[in-house]
Each structure stands twice: as structure tokens, then as C-alpha cells.
């Protein structure tokens, strides 16, 4: 089945700086990958989502990119602010096939 | 519109009891998921609904577990003769199906104690 790492797994970051997280897939087959924000004592929410016939995807402050050869993907938030700071989970998923299989998250701290 | 409910929001149980978790989707989703959510980890799959049958109970982890779903809303996961290592937070997420993945809503979790 597909195995998702993500790193780092604590990112403290000063405000207006940018954070990155990396994740990297197992399943070739994958051609989904969602990214989800969780704040504390709430359940993850989508921020932003790239598929594989995409290598890059931007959203206001917040961007995704994907290496479908290297099989790893990561997300990129500019311009940090203190309410970015969330535990932020990758995710991975094969169209048509509903398991989504998640990374082990990544919890931002963003520093005012 | 309402979102994905999930009852009770927390729940402490003595260790050998049984336990009813309760998740109310997004209505006209037809994909309904469980997934479990151990203090400061990931999240752990545990089984997918499309309407009332279930295609993957792969993630189940043991025959402790089981969910149900009804009139392809309302699901339930029960745990029996709960064990201290049941402790977590029990996410439900839903999703609209029709040929493309579409985004999960998830529920903002019950947290299980077990003592």
C-alpha cells in the first residue's frame, strides 16, 4: 500500500518568513495529494490540493509543488502570519479510489 | 450549510466497556470515513463507506472494531471491550462521489479516554 513520510515534524518559523514542508510517496499509481491544515481540538481542514498532471499549483500565500519522478511533494507558505500556525498534514491518493493515506503531520509554530 | 457532526465530543470509558461513536455527514455525501487520530500523530485509516457497504475495512484493527452505516447518513464505530490503547481521537470526514476524488470534510472528532 502507500506509504507517505513529511518532514520536518515541528517548524518554528518568525512572521514574514517562509515555512516548507516535504513529503514523498511510495505508490507510483498516486495522482492525488491534498494538503490539510488542523487547528487545535478541530478536525484537518483543505487548503490546497495538486494532482498529477500539475507540477505546481499557488494559492494566494500558499503553494504546492510535486516531482512525480522523484515522487515527493511539498508545501510552501510565504509571508507566515501567527494564524498559519496549525499542525499541517500531507496526503496522497489514487483517482477513483477513495483511501487517502496521510503523512504523520507537521506542527508550524509562527513566531510574532 | 451544516457540516460533519460527530457525537460525543469527548467520551471516558472504563477499560473492558463498549463504546458507540457516532458521525453525522454532510448531507448527499455518499463517502463516509473513520479514521483514528493518537495524541500528537497522524492520521490512521480505519474504514471507507460508499452508501451503506463498505468497500475497505482494511484499516479496522481488530475484531474489536466495527462501524455501520444507515440510509447512507448516519454511521457508527464501536469499539468493544475498549483497551487503554484505544485511546485517541476518532475523526469521521465525508465526500461527494462521482468519478473524481473530491475533497474530505472531516468532523471535529470525539476524544476517547480509556482508563
Known amino acids: 500500500g502507500e506509504n507517505v513520510e513529511q518532514h520536518p515534524s515541528t517548524l518554528s518559523v518568525q512572521e514574514g518568513d517562509s515555512a516548507v514542508i516535504k513529503c514523498t510517496y511510495s505508490d507510483s499509481a498516486s495522482n492525488y495529494f491534498p494538503w490539510y491544515k488542523q487547528e487545535l481540538g478541530k478536525g484537518p481542514q483543505l487548503i490546497i490540493d495538486?494532482?498529477?498532471?500539475?507540477g505546481e499549483k499557488k494559492d494566494q500565500r500558499i503553494a504546492v509543488t510535486l516531482n512525480k519522478t522523484a515522487k515527493h511533494f511539498s508545501l510552501h507558505i510565504t509571508e507566515t502570519q501567527p494564524e498559519d500556525s496549525a499542525v499541517y498534514f500531507c496526503?496522497?491518493?489514487?483517482?477513483?479510489?477513495?483511501?487517502?493515506?496521510f503523512g504523520t503531520g507537521t506542527k508550524l509554530q509562527v513566531i510574532p | 450549510g451544516a457540516g460533519v457532526s460527530q457525537s460525543p465530543s469527548n467520551k471516558v470509558t472504563e477499560k473492558g466497556k463498549d463504546v458507540e461513536l457516532r458521525c453525522d455527514p454532510i448531507s448527499g455525501h455518499t463517502a463516509l470515513y473513520w479514521y483514528r487520530q493518537r495524541l500528537g500523530q497522524g492520521l490512521e485509516f480505519l474504514i471507507y463507506?460508499?452508501?451503506?457497504?463498505?468497500?475497505?475495512k482494511s484499516g479496522l484493527p481488530s475484531d474489536r472494531f466495527s462501524a455501520e452505516r444507515t440510509g447512507e447518513s448516519v454511521s457508527t464505530l464501536t469499539i468493544q471491550r475498549t483497551q487503554q490503547e484505544d485511546s485517541a481521537v476518532y475523526l469521521c470526514?465525508?465526500?461527494?462521489?462521482?468519478?473524481?476524488?473530491?475533497?474530505?470534510?472531516f468532523g471535529p472528532g470525539t476524544r476517547l479516554t480509556v482508563t
Open positions: 495538486i494532482r498529477s498532471n500539475v
Open positions: 496526503a496522497a491518493s489514487t483517482q477513483g479510489y477513495q483511501k487517502v493515506t
Open positions: 470526514a465525508s465526500s461527494r462521489t462521482s468519478g473524481t476524488l473530491y475533497e474530505q470534510y
Open positions: 463507506f460508499q452508501g451503506n457497504s463498505a468497500p475497505d
